[in-house]
């Protein structure tokens, strides 16, 4: 059983910063490529960041690009999002994504977090 399990939302306030993580646990060999969501109230949930395995390659959604930052710890399995010069826009529920997990067991599962909610507003 693999889990991924999101921390560091919260409210702040326009032009402040978040720094989100999200820790996977569990029967872990290795972790292709992850990603965080988001998905704001009315809105389709959207790609916002991903950083491929050795963290060399990564994407952002146009919206974000400049202000904010995707990285990895591979030695603890944890993918962070760093959140600068925050906008009333940017608020949704934020998810972490892993596609492909690796277990210890040689098969391959996916995995979201459970979600946690960015609130920018003053």
């Known amino acids: 059983q693999v889990q991924l399990m999101e921390s560091g939302g919260g409210l702040v306030q326009p032009g402040g910063s978040l720094r989100l993580s999200c820790a996977a646990s569990?029967?872990?060999?290795?972790?292709?490529?992850m990603g965080w969501y988001r998905q704001a109230p009315g809105k389709q949930r959207e790609l916002v960041a991903t950083i491929s395995s050795a963290g060399r390659t990564n994407y952002y959604v146009d919206s974000v690009k400049g202000r904010f930052t995707i990285s990895r710890d591979n030695a603890k399995n944890t993918v962070y999002l760093q959140m600068n010069s925050l906008k009333p826009e940017d608020t949704a529920v934020y998810y972490c994504?892993?596609?492909?997990?690796?277990?210890?067991?040689?098969?391959?599962?996916?995995?979201w977090g459970q979600g946690t909610q960015v609130t920018v507003s003053s």
């Open positions: 569990g029967n872990i060999f290795s972790i292709n490529s």
């Open positions: 994504n892993a596609a492909q997990i690796v277990t210890m067991a040689g098969s391959m599962v996916a995995a």
